[in-house]
């Protein structure tokens, strides 16, 4: 009888946690050893700065334009296919597309594409927006590349357009069968994309800058209604938990999560902030449309309030109502912005589409979401939830201090208040998709093996970069649930911990919501 009260209380429990998320939660198997289920005690004497009191906030940094855009989003949108995200073979893709070496797309003093209408200000590691005036639209005639048929000597380079050659940095040189191989920078000889010089498919995909700005449609997309494609999605997932089931066995499971991933535009500071928020409290979202009736048609809207918090990208405090319609690229019917990480989802797409809404003011069904790009995802998090941003300069602060902010707005290693990083422009350390310069993240948690402490952290691309392409000490690229918890409870893609001490490092700012 016992062991029946036990479970109806157990099923109690977690009917209440799915209802508290909004979402399936999948219960472990009893522990044998309760030790497992607390953290170890960190050694005070060797971490003689801890301490109970949060630390002070610091003052908020002026006209942030913290932002990139989804290389793996972007690339699908030119190529008009979808690519393996998770091969390690897709980084030849992306160099290839982009016109940028892979271990140069991540940092903005390399001048990526990724960082479109972005510049970076060098004396204090920040990024800061170019000009309209300041972009060039590429040609096509600017791309031909020279006839290197001919060359037989190098002095035949300087020929071709290279001048200076003793002058030229060397990026790689290494000798093989008594030949010597070199790579140079080569920007005089032919012309790649940057974040200045783009073409006018990269422009409108990814910069605010338009020529018209009555009406603005991406290029090879239309406006679609969503509920169509919501319910082919569901029609896949559908065809997919079909054919894991199995006569005779036990079902396999197939997780699906309604996580935001980002999309081409430069604005991870807001997804990441969106996903913060949902994240460490489910109910600051609406993802309850509404359907309006005009006669014989039905108008499914989605009503959602934002919050006036001051500064750019930002509007008067009102709710805004969206219709199901967003872009969708022509070739692999995928939205080109953001979109939940299952494809299945519709309130990630009509929360940014009702952002760029209320941010310019429009009343179109169409607005401009290129106008969501370089933010504050600090700032953005407050004008989701309505509360207050705290900001917390991580140079000024220890790690020990870090990762004691986290632990103090989370309960059982997961944010009860949401919670966002970003990283600095530009450093030694951005050279691949984990770490990503001038990038927002969101703050997901916490965890502790042995005594070493890591923050928990999203990247809102929603792809965790394949082992083997780069590394970075101190990265956890996988949180199993036996590691952390809350892994049960979101798509892995993108998800990582970094140890303090090295968060610290290559993170300038973290803030909270509350």
């Given at each position: ?42 050694d ?38 979808q ?23 991540f ?33 096509e ?96 997932r ?12 036990d ?11 980002q ?36 108008r ?124 600095y ?42 082992q ?6 101190g ?40």
């Open positions: 009888m016992g062991d029946i009260r036990n479970q109806d209380r157990d099923g109690n429990v977690i009917a209440l946690v799915e209802a508290i998320l909004g979402r399936k939660v999948e219960v472990p198997a009893p522990s044998t050893s309760s030790a497992e289920d607390y953290d170890h005690l960190v005070l004497e060797k971490h003689h700065e801890f301490s109970s009191r949060e630390p002070r906030p610091d003052p908020a940094p002026k006209d942030l334009s913290i932002g990139v855009a989804n290389p793996y989003a972007l690339t699908e949108a030119l190529l008009g296919r690519i393996d995200r998770h091969s390690i073979g897709t980084a030849e893709v992306l160099q290839n597309v982009l016109q940028t070496d892979y271990d140069e797309m940092d903005l003093k390399h001048r990526s594409v990724l960082f479109a209408g972005i510049k970076l200000n060098e004396k204090d590691r920040r990024a800061e927006r170019y000009d309209e005036k300041d972009i060039k639209i590429l040609k005639r600017d791309l031909i590349t020279p006839d290197f048929s001919r060359v037989n000597r190098l002095d035949d380079l300087e020929k071709l357009g290279l001048k200076d050659l003793k002058d030229i940095r060397v990026k790689a040189a290494r000798v093989q069968n008594g030949k010597l191989r070199l790579v140079l920078q080569a920007h005089d000889l032919a012309k790649t994309v940057t974040n200045r010089d783009i073409t006018m498919s990269i422009n409108d995909l990814i910069t605010p800058f338009r020529q018209d700005q009555r009406h603005w449609t991406p290029p090879n997309a239309e406006w679609r209604d969503m509920y169509d494609f919501f319910f082919q999605q569901v029609n896949k559908l065809i997919s938990n079909i054919a894991h089931f199995r006569i005779g066995d079902r396999e499971t197939v997780r699906r999560f309604d996580d935001p991933v999309g081409c535009t430069s604005n991870s500071w807001f997804v990441a902030a969106l996903f913060s928020v949902f994240w460490s409290n489910p109910s600051d979202i609406n993802r309850a449309t509404r359907v309006h009736r005009h006669g014989n048609n039905d499914r809207v989605l009503s959602v309030r934002f919050h006036d918090k001051g500064g750019r990208q930002n509007n008067k405090t009102e709710t805004v109502e969206v219709n199901y319609e967003i872009p969708i690229n022509n070739s692999n019917n995928e939205p080109l912005y953001c979109r939940s990480s299952d494809g299945a989802d519709i309130w990630p797409s009509l929360y940014e589409k009702a952002f760029a809404k209320w941010i310019t003011g429009s009343k179109s069904e169409h607005p401009d979401i290129t106008q969501t790009n370089a933010g504050d995802p600090i700032k953005g998090m407050a004008q989701i939830n309505g509360r207050d941003p705290h900001y917390y300069e991580t140079d000024k602060h220890s790690p020990q201090d870090l990762i004691g902010l986290v632990r103090s707005n989370s309960v059982n290693n997961k944010t009860i208040n949401p919670m966002a990083a970003f990283t422009a530009t450093g030694k350390y951005y050279n691949g998709a984990n770490i990503v310069a001038n990038h927002a993240y969101s703050v997901l948690g916490y965890c502790v093996i042995g005594e070493n402490q890591y923050i928990v952290l999203r990247n809102p691309w929603g792809v965790t970069e394949p083997g392409l780069t590394s970075y000490y990265l956890l690229s996988r949180l199993d649930p036996e590691i952390w918890h809350p892994a049960t409870l979101l798509d892995q893609g993108g998800v990582f911990a970094l140890e303090a001490q090295s968060f610290q490092r290559v993170f300038a700012y973290v803030g909270v919501a509350k």
